[in-house]
C-alpha cells in the first residue's frame, strides 16, 4: 500500500476544481473528497460547457474522466492546450494506463482506479502548488 501524508490539507481550501466524469456515482464521490478537503468542486456534464468554464480562468484544476468518447479524452486535451490555450493542470483519472498518450497530450498527472483519498488529494497539492519534482505524469496504482 502507497502512503502519503498531507500536513495541512487546509491549504487548498476554497481553490475551485472542474470534474468532468461521465459516472454518477464517481462524480459524486470526487465531489465529496474535495468538499470534505474544503475545496469547491464543480461538476460539469459536457464537453462545450468545459471549455467555457476553462476559458474564463477561474478554476485551479480539472479533473478528467479519460474514458470519454466523442470526443476523446485526449482530444478535449489537445481542444484545452491548443485551442483554448489554456495550461489549467489536468488530472486524468482512468483503469487503463494511458502514460505514453497522457505525456503527449499535456495531462499533468494520470491516476489509475481505484484512487485513494489520500492519493489523490497529494496529487492535488503537487499539481496545484507546483511543489512537484516530477516533469511528466506518473501512474499511481493502489
Known amino acids: 500500500m502507497v502512503q ?11 481553490n475551485k ?10 462524480q459524486l464521490l470526487l465531489k465529496i473528497i474535495l468538499e470534505n ?12 460547457t468545459l471549455y467555457q468554464k476553462i476559458k474564463s480562468h477561474s ?3 480539472l479533473l478528467l474522466d479519460m ?3 466523442n470526443p476523446s ?7 484545452i492546450r491548443k485551442e483554448i490555450k489554456s495550461d489549467i493542470p489536468v488530472i486524468g483519472l482512468s483503469t487503463k494506463d494511458y502514460r505514453g498518450r497522457a505525456i503527449y497530450h ?19 497539492m503537487r499539481v496545484i502548488y507546483g511543489n512537484s519534482r516530477y516533469k511528466n ?3 499511481v496504482t493502489i
Open 106 to 124: 499535456g495531462i499533468n498527472v494520470l491516476l489509475q482506479r481505484p484512487i485513494e483519498n489520500r492519493t489523490l488529494m497529494h496529487h492535488i
Open 37 to 48: 478537503n474544503d475545496l469547491q468542486p464543480e461538476i460539469i456534464h459536457n464537453y462545450e
Open 73 to 79: 479524452s485526449f482530444e478535449i486535451i489537445d481542444t
Open 4 to 14: 502519503y501524508e498531507i500536513e495541512n490539507p487546509n491549504t487548498l481550501s476554497g
Open 17 to 26: 476544481i472542474l470534474i468532468f466524469e461521465n459516472d454518477e456515482v464517481n
Open 67 to 69: 474514458e470519454n468518447k
Open 137 to 139: 505524469p506518473i501512474t
Open 59 to 61: 478554476y485551479e484544476l
